[in-house]
């Protein structure tokens, strides 16, 4: 079992990309699924992504056909490719299973989509 330590944000215009990863650990991803959570300022932290460890995907209506969670097997990491970044993209993205284990979080990676 290894700890999350999300990485990959930073400041984009809109409608760039960027790439998020989060450690795997094995295993706990056999038993729940991986997903990408995301908070904004001033909002509630929502669930954007979600991968198994068969490969389904289920993502937030917000950003489907905008992101791509997948498994980079080179890196032992879940990682999401953030394409057609939004303002209300905007957000401190973490890494967690879902459901949702327990309440331990990592520290999250900061993405900010403005001009």
């Known amino acids: 079992q290894v700890q999350r330590v999300e990485s990959g944000g930073g400041l984009v215009q809109p409608g760039g990309s960027l790439r998020l990863s989060c450690p795997v650990s094995?295993?706990?991803?056999?038993?729940?699924?991986m997903a990408w959570y995301r908070q904004a300022p001033g909002k509630q932290c929502e669930l954007v992504a979600g991968?198994?460890?068969?490969?389904?995907?289920n993502y937030a209506d917000s950003v489907k056909g905008r992101f791509t969670i997948f498994r980079d097997y080179a890196k032992n990491t879940v990682d999401l490719q953030m394409s057609d970044l939004k303002p209300e993209d905007t957000a401190v993205y973490y890494c967690n299973t879902f459901p949702l284990a327990n309440d331990l979080w990592g520290p999250g990676t900061r993405v900010t989509v403005s001009s």
């Open positions: 094995e295993s706990i991803f056999r038993i729940y699924a």
């Open positions: 991968i198994t460890s068969g490969g389904s995907t």
